[in-house]
């Protein structure tokens, strides 16, 4: 079967930026920081990478994504309608009463492969997923996108312990590094340095990259997996509220929405610089 048409992933990015500022703000939701940091990576994880069936969402050869940092699903509703996985003008009811755009991703959603809120899920379900399909035999892959502040779940470093006993080359973590987590950086609540070194020391095939330069996110992400026999992780260093600048590096846009007059600022930003 053919893959899906392509789309140029800093066209996706803008859009998806575009979107779920549109979308957090309307509905008065959370959480517009970690959407924008990972845009970058989801765009160029949709406009290609992942091998995806927007017309048969369940397809049995499609690429199994799971998004455990569930709280920042408008960016993953917005690549998904921006795919063609359902109409972009379902988006106008994100967070709003009957909808099935939840305001933490839902599994009703066509392509979301896993309901995810409660941090430290989606990288376990994700390793089930490769494993399942490694004694199967069957060719796709799994991936799950953390949070770095979610590593303080110890279901995480479970997972992590686990994953390459069993030489999972078939299950990418990626990690969106923005170094702030709900309540304060990520250095002050629980120090995660040297993260490389303690996944490597856990046998995982690890690289690091800028999580907002498409090109580099393009070039390890068409290398995996990193070393066959292994877990990949690709540790996506970005900023929190990449793209607006009084959003970047502020955790109060963890949780804060931008009322019209901050996201006509915002939308104007992206505007003059779409990439």
């Known amino acids: ?45 949709y406009s290609g990478i992942l091998k995806v069936f927007p017309d048969q969402p369940d397809h049995p050869d499609r690429d199994r994504f799971i998004l455990s940092k569930g709280h920042c699903c408008a960016g993953v509703y917005a690549a998904l309608a921006l795919r063609g996985f359902f109409p972009l003008s379902e988006l106008d009811s994100y967070g709003m009463d009957g909808s099935r755009l939840m305001t933490h991703i839902s599994h009703k959603v066509p392509g979301v492969e896993f309901s995810t809120g409660s941090l430290g899920h989606g990288l376990p379900f994700a390793l089930g997923k490769a494993l399942a399909a490694r004694r199967k035999g069957l060719p ?25 006993q069993h030489q999972l080359d078939n299950l990418v973590l990626i990690i969106d590094y923005n170094k702030i987590q709900s309540l304060g950086a990520v250095s002050e609540v629980i120090e995660l340095e040297p993260l490389r070194a303690k996944l490597e020391a856990f046998r995982w095939a690890v690289r690091e990259v800028d999580g907002h330069n498409h090109a580099e996110l393009h070039a390890a992400l068409s290398s995996l997996p990193f070393s066959k026999g292994q877990p990949s992780c690709l540790i996506t260093h970005t900023t929190k509220g990449k793209g607006v600048d009084y959003m970047e590096n502020q955790i109060a846009w963890h949780y804060r929405a931008p009322n019209a007059d901050l996201l006509a600022k915002a939308l104007a930003q992206l505007e003059q610089n779409p990439s």
């Open 140 to 164: 796709w892959r799994s991936f799950a996108l953390l949070s770095d502040g979610e590593l303080d779940e110890g279901s995480n470093w479970e997972a992590i312990l686990l994953a390459p």
């Open 1 to 45: 079967m053919v893959r899906p048409l392509m789309i140029p992933s800093t066209d996706l990015a803008a859009g998806i930026r575009h979107h779920a500022l549109r979308m957090v703000s309307a509905a008065n939701a959370s959480h517009i920081g970690g959407v924008l940091s990972m845009a970058d990576t989801l765009a160029v994880l």
